[in-house]
């Protein structure tokens, strides 16, 4: 052990006696921060994953260039043979070699840890997936070193090691790519992609050490130096020899043995999930559910041995939240695994049950030919089914698993009912949402100016989105009785009217705003823009599209720490007003939920909102505006014998939130010029607070063409009208998925500062030592020779 040190010390120290290594190191560097902050700055997210996405591909280069003269130099010199004439082990002298090369490499990688330390400047990083990262980084540039050594001990020639590490390196990563497969019999296709080094690199860096993962890539290095030892004694031993075929058996039996390791690995239990979220981890909510079960439920996985690649290690996925699941079932929880492309019967049960092939390509015979997959998943209980057609996102599995299993076994669904009849949005314009919503409840609509609407108390919440017409003093009386009897109610709000045809905004009418104020908090007549925390769009120009980004579009930032919010890190609000808590009655509570970032400011009146529009502001108005606000004890019930509800006359905005508070909450009609029969007093409104209410200052959010890109928006809706109806079983299994954790610098030249630091700072630091460092080892070899 101490003979292997001393080489790696030796090692590592030779190379910054060479301006090689510097020159390798800041090619390194330069290329990492230059790709880098090329994006992450556009993307305004706290994410080292476009980094560690390049990764790989700049070790393709890096390593075997620094590995190439370890072994392949010293044996052109000569000086080979003299270390393995000393009293050590050749082993040592290798696994010696191994280190210090790691070494450097480990001191290249933790050149780039300034970059997360910066980014504490302006965002939240999530500390946990980046020591996932570069612990996965680290054992990659294990794997590619071993690699690299076997190259060197190949060959005495430095660029034939590089030529043949690069090679080598390139068909590991290619293995498992589709790209590759796509051509391959399903025999060979399935174990070389169990071999390829990207997959496995990819499932450490998103936040997960996986006992598997480790297992690859230490098999990788024993492989690869078990090769590299052959090579290294295979000169030095006679071909007829005991020693030599032990020498050759031994090799053959561990590349045999890592081989079999990584093809068979697939049921090693055992992972490590590093996010802060804990996204790979089941939550307690899942865990309450299947502790909760009174009897079996039974999951059918229904998958095909021969599946695309891309969708290869989603299979492991699946099977690991499986076993979680059949773990906490308590027996409650039974788990069959089925094959529809081997057996008729099971593809008959799964088409009966919904679960349909995916086509997908692969090459056969020089031609391209058309082939049928399954990876779905059929939830079972009491004769009723649940299906996932097709699992294409591992990270919502448990989501999906958990909410079917729930449906399944409650007593009762809760039912929710869309408002209309004064210009709402509805469950038409909400088809992704509606459709998503309608998993966990009963979605009904309702047109609360009908003469026959009714707002029953089988009504567990209802949903008001973006009314831009007055609502009438009798829907506004209906509305408050709901609340007072305990109701629920999700208010999409709209402070502006937005024309898409002549990006032009207008006020919504105060008449149609002020609805709001019957519980509290008032919707501004305004769009708000955020300078800091937006989100970029494409624009079309003559030739080419080019990306700007677009205050207008928010992304929202959590308040304070609420179920609603937990684990989201952004929400994207297009087009958004901003929102005033009122007046607050004994018992009432406002919990702000969404912000923009002290970088903003609004627009109000008749305006133009494209793009490419400045954004009139005075810095010293910059601020944090109010965007979502949840509040319990929204209304206070009424006497016995007293009217339940009124209005009261009011023209502007300062004259409603006094009659607001005046009435401690009584409700407001803009739109009528004369007030109800009886008038309303402060004795009328003297019971307790009851009804909650989340109030948002957008209706657009939820629209299809924005929750494509930007999930996280009916996360947020869903999670709302669970805290709403108190289902707060899902609530904290849904928010479980990796959202953008916002980037937000206080201001440019602080966002110019950390990419410079890094991108010229850093380089330049290892300059300087090489600088440093070289003429002092000049001057104290001019020293000797003049001594």
């Not at 052990?1 to 120290?13: D, P, S, V």
């Not at 509290?520 to 970029?536: A, K, Q």
Request: charged share 20%; glycine share 8%; proline share 5%.
């Amino acid at each position: 052990m101490r003979n292997m040190l001393t080489i790696a010390r030796k090692e590592l120290r030779g190379y910054f006696d060479h301006p090689t290594a510097y020159i390798l190191l800041v090619v390194f560097l330069v290329l990492n921060f230059f790709f880098y902050f090329r994006g992450v700055f556009l993307a305004n997210q706290a994410s080292l994953r476009s980094m560690f996405d390049l990764l790989p591909w700049v070790f393709l280069f890096f390593i075997p260039a620094v590995t190439m003269g370890a072994l392949a130099e010293e044996r052109r010199l000569g000086t080979l043979e003299v270390a393995l004439s000393q009293p050590i082990r050749d082993s040592e002298l290798l696994l010696g070699k191994f280190l210090g090369d790691l070494g450097f490499i480990a001191i290249a990688l933790a050149a780039t840890l300034f970059v997360p330390l910066l980014l504490l400047l302006g965002g939240k990083p999530d500390f946990g997936v980046i020591v996932a990262q570069y612990i996965g980084a680290t054992l990659l540039a294990g794997g590619i070193t071993a690699v690299g050594l076997f190259a060197s001990a190949l060959t005495r020639n430095q660029i034939t090691a590089f030529i043949v590490a690069t090679a080598v390196t390139f068909t590991l990563m290619m293995a498992g790519t589709e790209v590759v497969q796509i051509g391959l019999p399903a025999w060979i296709a399935a174990p070389l992609g169990q071999l390829g080094i990207l997959p496995r690199f990819a499932n450490v860096a998103r936040g997960v050490i996986d006992l598997r993962d480790i297992v690859y890539f230490a098999s990788l290095c024993a492989a690869f130096l078990a090769l590299a030892h052959w090579l290294l004694l295979r000169d030095r031993l006679s071909r007829k020899g005991q020693l030599y075929r032990n020498l050759r058996l031994g090799t053959v039996m561990i590349v045999a043995i890592a081989v079999v390791a990584n093809l068979f690995g697939n049921y090693i239990p055992g992972r490590l999930d590093l996010t802060s979220e804990k996204l790979y981890t089941l939550s307690d909510g899942t865990k309450a559910i299947l502790r909760d079960l009174d009897d079996v439920v039974t999951i059918t996985f229904f998958v095909s041995n021969e599946l695309p690649p891309q969708v290869q290690l989603v299979e492991r996925d699946v099977s690991d939240v499986l076993r979680d699941f059949r773990r906490y079932g308590r027996g409650n929880v039974q788990v069959i695994r089925k094959h529809p492309d081997q057996s008729e019967d099971a593809r008959q049960e799964a088409q009966q049950l919904g679960v349909m092939a995916v086509q997908f390509n692969v090459v056969r015979q020089e031609e391209l030919q058309v082939k049928q997959g399954w990876l779905g998943l059929a939830v079972q209980y009491a004769g009723e089914s649940d299906v996932i057609p097709f699992v294409g996102d591992y990270r919502t599995l448990e989501y999906q698993l958990a909410t079917n299993t729930w449906r399944l076994t409650r007593a009762r669904t809760p039912k929710v009912a869309f408002i209309s009849g004064h210009g709402e949005k509805t469950q038409t314009d909400y088809s992704a949402f509606g459709r998503e919503l309608g998993r966990t409840y009963e979605v009904t609509s309702l047109d609360l100016s009908s003469d026959s609407a009714q707002l029953g108390p089988d009504l567990d919440a209802i949903i008001v989105a973006g009314p831009k017409q007055a609502m009438d003093a009798r829907s506004r009386q209906r509305l408050q009785e709901y609340l007072q009897r305990d109701g629920r109610l999700f208010y999409l709000a709209e402070g502006a009217d937005v024309n898409l045809q002549y990006l032009f905004a207008s006020e919504v009418p105060d008449s149609a705003r002020n609805v709001s104020q019957l519980f509290g908090v008032r919707t501004n007549p305004n769009l708000v823009f955020d300078l800091r925390s937006s989100e970029s769009i494409q624009v079309p120009g003559q030739v080419f599209n080019y990306v700007v980004a677009y205050p207008f579009w928010l992304r929202a930032l959590p308040a304070d720490e609420h179920p609603i919010t937990k684990n989201l890190n952004s929400v994207v609000l297009p087009w958004a007003s901003t929102l005033d808590t009122l007046s607050r009655l004994e018992g009432r509570q406002f919990t702000p939920l969404l912000v923009t970032s002290p970088y903003a400011a609004y627009q109000q009146g008749n305006f133009e909102i494209r793009p490419e529009t400045d954004f009139p502001y005075d810095p010293g108005q910059l601020q944090q505006h109010l965007l979502a606000v949840a509040v319990q004890g929204a209304v206070r019930a009424g006497v016995a014998g007293e009217p339940a509800a009124g209005a009261l006359e009011s023209s502007t905005d300062s004259e409603a939130e006094g009659a607001a508070e005046a009435a401690d909450g009584a409700p407001l009609d803009s739109a009528s010029a004369e007030p109800l029969a009886r008038p309303i007093s402060r004795e009328a409104f003297s019971g307790p607070a009851r009804g909650r209410a989340v109030v948002v200052g957008d209706s657009d959010f939820l629209m299809d063409q924005f929750l494509r890109g930007t999930p996280e928006g009916a996360i947020f809706a869903l999670n709302a009208l669970d805290w709403l109806t108190q289902t707060e079983a899902l609530l904290g299994i849904r928010s479980k998925q990796p959202t953008p954790r916002p980037l937000v610098f206080e201001s440019n030249l602080e966002m110019q500062a950390v990419k410079y630091l890094n991108l010229i700072g850093v380089p330049l630091a290892f300059v300087i030592l090489g600088v440093v460092r070289l003429l002092r080892r000049r001057r104290l070899t001019r020293r000797t020779y003049a001594a």
